[in-house]
């Protein structure tokens, strides 16, 4: 790993709703970084899609990122559980943080502790300065892993489907990061939302994307929205391979995560 001239730029991909394409939007925004600066992707979802994604389906003998969160006796510095991908070269500039379903059991177990909401921070910290970019991948739910997640990032990106419990979870989604800043910690920058599964019939989208889209406009009217990621059984065969789209040469599907990774680009250049 080579030293970064500035701290890393942390992202956290967060929804309050499950099939948000909030680990798609992780993957995407991961590997499309990783050809402007060197990227950590940390798996902070103990379903460890993200992992599996990188090729790393069976982690039964390894150490993950729940160890990095233990109390001190037992606790490893993260980089003793960085890996490279399995399924595609990246020639170092991509990096994984793994997690499977082991994080679920380090919540319980951190719950108790003081300052529990940070614990994910504190583990990031001796990397910060070895990454351009670090991207978190969180859990679909409110928690104390969720905390984790949104606590240890510089920016939030809200991936949300195009429905109306897709609009909810943006919103409770917002409100959390609200709350939490109510209670004086310090939140991220919430960079924006994307609307994912937008659904199409040829050259006409559905009258619930429509709907969905307009709800979420008028409920968070002062947050960027980027543009939509349109439904295709091309996004699961990318995630399956672990590629983003724009590689696999879905530009086009990739719009809202070009536009994302400029916007990220652009943030950490003016910092």
């Known amino acids: ?29 991961a590997t499309m970084l990783s050809s402007k600066g060197k990227t950590l992707a940390v798996d902070f979802d103990p379903q460890g899609n993200l992992s599996q994604w990188l090729g790393w389906t ?3 003998e390894d150490a993950t990122i729940a160890e990095t969160l233990m109390p ?12 490279p991908p399995k399924n595609e070269d990246r020639k170092g500039k991509l990096e994984l943080a793994p997690a499977d379903y082991s994080l679920s059991g380090a919540g319980d177990i951190i719950a108790p502790q003081p300052g529990r909401e ?18 978190i991948d ?9 905390y984790n997640a949104l606590l240890a990032a ?42 994912t599964r937008d659904q199409w019939s040829g050259a006409n989208q ?15 009217s002062e947050i960027q929205i980027f543009s939509s990621v349109r439904q295709s059984t091309i996004v699961q065969q990318t995630n399956y391979a672990g590629w983003s789209l724009a590689e696999a040469g879905e530009k086009s599907l990739a719009t809202a995560y070009t536009e994302v990774v400029n916007t990220i680009f652009k943030a950490r250049t003016n910092v």
Do not use: H, Q, W
């Open 1 to 29: 790993m080579s030293e970064s001239t500035k701290p890393a730029s942390v992202i956290t991909i967060s929804c309050l709703s499950g099939g948000s394409g909030k680990t798609t939007t992780c993957l995407n925004l």
């Open 58 to 60: 069976d982690l039964s």
């Open 72 to 83: 001190s006796g037992d606790r490893l510095n993260i980089k003793e559980i960085i890996k």
């Open 118 to 135: 940070r614990f994910l921070k504190r583990a990031l910290k001796p990397v910060l300065n070895l990454y351009d970019f670090i991207v």
């Open 138 to 146: 969180s859990p679909p739910a409110k928690g104390i892993l969720t």
């Open 154 to 195: 510089d920016y939030l990106v809200i991936p949300t489907e195009c429905t109306n419990k897709g609009v909810m979870g943006a919103v409770n989604t917002v409100t959390l990061l609200k709350e939490l800043e109510d209670i004086d910690f310090i939140v991220p920058t919430i960079m924006g939302i994307i609307p």
């Open 206 to 220: 559905t009258r619930m994307s429509k709907a969905a889209l307009t709800a979420l406009s008028s409920a968070l």
